[in-house]
Nanobody, 124 residues
Framework: EVQLVESGGGLVQAGGSLRLSCATS????????ITWFRQASGKEREGISC????????YYIDSVKGRFTISSDNAKNTVYLQMNNLRPDDTAIYYC?????????????????WGQGTQVTVSS
């Protein structure tokens, strides 16, 4: 059974940092792509960063590029999202999702398995 468990969310002031973790189990970690999505209140869920574990390729949307870093620890089957210089508009529930592919994608429809989400709140 595929399981994804996010952690690391919380309340932080603008300009601060958080590191989210996505602990995975139930599949062969290095054959998958993992993406962080977020959904702000009243908005659609958006894919913000993706990593293909097999070769470490990454992708970021423009609004987080240079501030967020996605990485993986293959020994721990865990993906991280280091978020620096946080802004109030980063406030959202953050989800990780996985799909069996070595191709990068931030399309929600490409993902079959999701975590439960972790709340990130950035105060001004």
């Amino acid at each position: 059974e595929v399981q994804l468990v996010e952690s690391g969310g919380g309340l932080v002031q603008a300009g601060g940092s958080l590191r989210l973790s996505c602990a995975t189990s139930g599949f062969t970690f290095d054959n998958y792509a993992i993406t962080w999505f977020r959904q702000a209140s009243g908005k659609e869920r958006e894919g913000i960063s993706c990593i293909t574990v097999s070769d470490g390729s990454t992708y970021y949307i423009d609004s987080v590029k240079g501030r967020f870093t996605i990485s993986s620890d293959n020994a721990k089957n865990t993906v991280y999202l280091q978020m620096n210089n946080l802004r109030p508009d980063d406030t959202a529930i953050y989800y990780c999702a996985v799909r069996r592919s070595t191709m990068l994608s931030t399309s929600e429809n490409d993902y079959n398995f999701w975590g439960q989400g972790t709340q990130v709140t950035v105060s001004s």
